[in-house]
């Protein structure tokens, strides 16, 4: 029985492994790709070993460095974006969480639906719209265009942990004289706080990663890093090593927030626990 339960193991380490190498790999292999020389890109049979060339990173952030501006670019708009998000997620999760309303479901519904729909179908409107008010290549373009994913994906989420709040807490703070908004901001806000922050961590990550609306409402002197990596495509070739370096460092954002706010992932994901 020992035998066959250490076997066991192995074979699920093992299958782990295989799974982990699936996924990780091809990320391994383009931080490598950043860190190597052009002229060892395209190197067969591929070399794991070689000495760290640092000029991707130069060209694209430092000399000439036009990628620089560009990820300054992408925290404005996708901290503008999680801000701007927040007080409109809040309002709408508690009244579809405490409020008992006839089509709750069909907003619901309505909201996973802008969400599902490719958002290259808001572009052309949107583009419209913010050059006939003049907003057109500005940072509130893209911030304000966001909101159409940003505050659904945000409502979805704190409507599910404002469930959780048990509500004889909220009706203890009206027995003692409390409003519903002071009780929203002193009862409702405290308790769900790992909520709230997990939601703003993953809209700022989804706002960071989007693409079409800044590629459409940006110009120059406001694109963001995504779509900087475009500018690698040319015409007499890719430049994978400058592609590389540009997308290992728009990894670094998000990946700081979750290592800095990471345990309230886990207070966000156990947050039933409090109930009862």
């Known amino acids: 029985m020992r035998r066959r339960s250490r076997r066991d193991k192995v074979t699920i380490y093992a299958l782990m492994a295989l799974v982990m190498l699936f996924f990780l790999g091809p990320i391994f292999w383009f931080i490598l790709l950043a860190f190597r020389h052009p002229s060892e890109a395209y190197t067969l049979p591929p070399q794991l070993f070689f000495e760290p060339y640092l000029g991707n990173f130069g060209d694209t952030f430092v000399d000439p460095g036009n990628n620089a501006p560009q990820l300054l670019s992408s925290v404005i708009v996708s901290t503008g974006a999680t801000l701007l998000s927040l007080p409109f997620a809040l309002a709408a999760a508690y009244a579809l969480s405490r409020f008992a309303m006839r089509g709750k479901e069909f907003i619901m519904n309505w909201y996973i639906s802008l969400l599902i729909a490719p958002p290259i179908v808001f572009v052309i409107p949107y583009f419209i719209l913010m050059s006939r008010i003049g907003w057109a290549g500005a940072y509130q373009a893209m911030i304000v265009t966001l909101q159409t994913l940003a505050i659904p994906f945000s409502v979805w989420l704190l409507k599910s942990f404002m469930d959780e709040v048990p509500l004889d807490l909220e009706e203890a703070a009206w027995v003692d004289g409390a409003g519903r908004f002071a009780a929203f901001i002193r ?90």
């Open 187 to 276: 009862i409702i806000i405290p308790l769900a706080l790992p909520g709230i922050i997990v939601t703003s961590m993953f809209t700022f990550v989804f706002s960071w990663n989007n693409v079409i609306f800044p590629l459409a409402l940006s110009k120059q002197s406001t694109t963001t890093l995504p779509v900087g990596t475009i500018s690698f495509f040319a015409s007499t070739g890719v430049y994978w090593g400058h592609i590389a370096a540009t997308a290992v460092v728009a990894m670094l954002p998000p990946m700081i927030i979750f290592l800095l706010l990471g345990r309230y992932v886990v207070r966000g994901l156990t947050f039933g626990a409090v109930k009862g």
